[in-house]
């Protein structure tokens, strides 16, 4: 599908802070492909948008000056070994689904942490989540193995498979 003209890419900025929100929230509250169960409030999501300021990043799609979709990398685990993996997050606006905008923000976070010097990219995903699951292997991912049952939301064990894309290959 060819990228819309009407959709544009940037950094994410704090002015940002309240459209993330949105977005990201209605799925904490409404779904189980994220298993944060609290609603993010302004400041904790300013702290975010200035987390994801530096190689670390995120990136928003915007069209006629509204954020309508957003990716990020953020480190995968602590242990210092790890420092050269990220994890992604991507959220798309429900009336923007569908059209290519996550594949186009998948793309140029998977290029940005390639760019940022990170050699792995990983991402879990709700099983079953057939939506997410073929935006990543539309973008290179190819699927590590299943979590069983290591997530709990709205009273169900959720299996998460873990997928991976190696960078600068
Ligand atoms: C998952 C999500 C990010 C996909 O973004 P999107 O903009 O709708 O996806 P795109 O239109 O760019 O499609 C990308 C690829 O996935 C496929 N795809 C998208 N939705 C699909 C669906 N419901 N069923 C099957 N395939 C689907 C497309 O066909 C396309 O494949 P192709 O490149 O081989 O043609 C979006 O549905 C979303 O934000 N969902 C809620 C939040 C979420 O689940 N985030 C991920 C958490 S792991």
Known sequence: MPESPEISYRSVERADAEAIMEIYNREVLGSRITLDLVPRSHSEQVA????????????VAVKEGVVIGFASISPYRIRPGYSTTVEDSIYIDPDHRGMGVGKALLSRIVDT????????????????????????????????????????????????VLLERILNS
């Open 113 to 160: 942490a390639a760019k940022h010097g990170f050699h792995a990219c990983m991402a879990r995903v709700a099983a079953g989540h057939v939506a997410s699951l073929a935006l990543h292997h539309s973008v290179g991912f190819f699927k590590v193995g299943v979590e069983q049952e290591v997530g709990r939301k709205y009273g169900q064990w959720i299996d998460m």
């Open 48 to 59: 975010w948008i200035d987390e994801h300021s530096g190689a670390y990043a995120a990136i």
